[in-house]
Antibody, heavy 118, light 110 residues
Framework: QVQLVESGGGLVKPGGSLRLSCAAS????????MSWIRQAPGKGLEWLSY????????YYADSVKGRFTISRDNAKNSLYLQMNSLRAEDTAVYYC???????????WGQGTLVTVSS | QSALTQPASVSGSPGQSITISCTGT?????????VSWYQQHPGKAPKLMIH???NRPSGVSNRFSGSKSGNTASLTLSGLQTEDEADYYC??????????FGTGTKVTVL
């Protein structure tokens, strides 16, 4: 069955960096576009970034452009999010999600919590 | 890109029908068919309930239906059940090649 498992979250100081990973299984990862989406505590969903199946198309939300970098390794069935210059407002649960139809997601991971605090 | 506007809360009794609205602009909801709805129970990941405005993925109850008129999309829950109590989010592709989510609606079954 389809599984997406995020890892790499944790506590980091403002200005610090963190790299999130999303391990995919149960489907042909290289066939699917993927996204990162986050949810601050008690708040709504916020889309962050999108990468095409062959990583030649990438988009970012304005809130993370220039600070976050999405990438993927199809040989390792993995999606990544490199997060730099982290701020308190980046504190959230981060989800990876598989695109089912254009910009619509049928499978989500369980999320990994990132806390930015001194 | 501002979040799409949803009512903060909607409630109904078991068996009743409720509708959640999702209002955007011609640059998102009104301009594209890539509008979807997600259900999220506390502490869980979102679940896709409706895609491309009105299509249900396999396994989703036919009590859930979606529609769109102009810049407003709607999700209707018919025959409300206790397990429908959750947060619901709409989302839409935008003209900036980004995705915007709605503000979220808490559904309470009375």
């Amino acid at each position: 069955q389809v599984q997406l498992v995020e890892s790499g979250g944790g506590l980091v100081k403002p200005g610090g960096s963190l790299r999130l990973s999303c391990a995919a299984s149960g489907f042909t990862f290289s066939d699917y576009y993927m996204s990162w989406i986050r949810q601050a505590p008690g708040k709504g969903l916020e889309w962050l970034s999108y990468i095409s199946s062959s990583d030649n198309t990438i988009y970012y939300a304005d809130s993370v452009k220039g600070r976050f970098t999405i990438s993927r390794d199809n040989a390792k069935n993995s999606l990544y999010l490199q997060m730099n210059s982290l701020r308190a407002e980046d504190t959230a649960v981060y989800y990876c999600a598989r695109e089912f139809r254009r910009w619509q997601f049928d499978y989500w991971g369980q999320g990994t919590l990132v806390t930015v605090s001194s | 890109q501002s979040a799409l506007t949803q009512p903060a809360s909607v409630s109904g009794s078991p068996g009743q029908s409720i509708t959640i609205s999702c209002t955007g602009t011609s640059s998102d909801v009104g301009g594209y068919k890539y509008v979807s709805w997600y259900q999220q129970h506390p502490g869980k990941a979102p679940k896709l309930m409706i895609h491309e405005v009105s299509n249900r993925p396999s396994g989703v109850s036919n009590r859930f239906s979606g529609s769109k008129s102009g810049n407003t999309a709607s999700l209707t829950l018919s025959g409300l059940q206790t397990e429908d109590e959750a947060d619901y989010y709409c989302s839409s592709y935008t003209s900036s090649s980004t995705l915007v989510f709605g503000t979220g609606t808490k559904v309470t079954v009375l």
